[in-house]
DNA sequence: CATTATTTTCAGTATATTCTGATAATAGTG
DNA sequence: CACTATTATCAGAATATACTGAAAATAATG
């Protein structure tokens, strides 16, 4: 993105395209997607309200109650420039680890799923017990090796400084 | 659950409806939860449409889809009996990783966006295509230890029969 | 303090999705 | 082949969600 972002060519119009469409699978808004994409490849990094309308096509509204959602993800923050009222917006560092990190927030709740049907479905025969601690098992395993992962890859991201 | 199925007590319709819930937060039809949830803690393991009609309190035409839906990811399989024309259903084995796996599709989309960015959307100041390339970083990192522990899982999974 | 650029709230519309009930199709059995 | 138990399809109702436009609130400046 060379000079002012007033208008997407093609190809960044449906690189934004995408990631919306990306992120209404994971059960997001698609404008939400759509900020986030645009907010990746924009120049500068830092955008305003009115360059994200502009170049989006979206609603005033639509951008505050967007951009509200992400900043309380802490997929993006928020920028005072001095000298104007403007509150820029763009992408935090490593928001896409975190993006990532919050969808693999279920398997969480699978190992507590299980838990609770083994602890409070009493009576349960022998094969539904069966069942659940496998559910069990599988959701720890998993947990584990992305806990794991995560771990090691803020510990890298932390001596790369 | 000890002999006939045809209602729930207190602890279990709650188990049902938290697995429900759950579905649903991740962009599954909620009955399409309900369905899995009873299937774990069911006795028997398998099930007819009927039961779960009357366990659950849903229509035919809600389970058929329900069922055809999860039989083709491969959640659910179904069992024909001799002597009769029902086709029972049951979970299948590690269905539930199955249900991580493909909740996890989306981080090889990341990594597909990213590279999308980085081809197609010449040009692109030095700044968006650092932040593309973190993209693609991380999205690399999650991908390539998210396979490993599912290689790791099935193969402990193939030994331990 | 008044002004106005900017953001937020809110009510309403449009759209998509889920689920049901009724009907049609399918497949096992006599 | 006829019968019927079972499953699938389809149209429509109910619900939820995303998005917009207008009005209200906020906050920086002179």
Known sequence: MS????VLDDSKS???ERVGQMFSN???PHLAGRIMGFLLICDPQEQSSEDLQSALGIAASSFSAMTRLLESMYYVERVSV????RRLVRVRRGSWMAVM?????FVEEFREIA???LHQCEPLSAGARARLEDVKASSIFVEERFSAAFAEWEKRARNAE
């Open 3 to 6: 000079e002012s972002d007033t």
């Open 14 to 16: 449906r690189f934004v």
């Open 26 to 28: 994971v059960g997001m």
């Open 82 to 85: 001095p000298g104007s009222r």
């Open 101 to 105: 990190k919050d969808r693999l927030r």
């Open 115 to 117: 838990e609770m049907g």
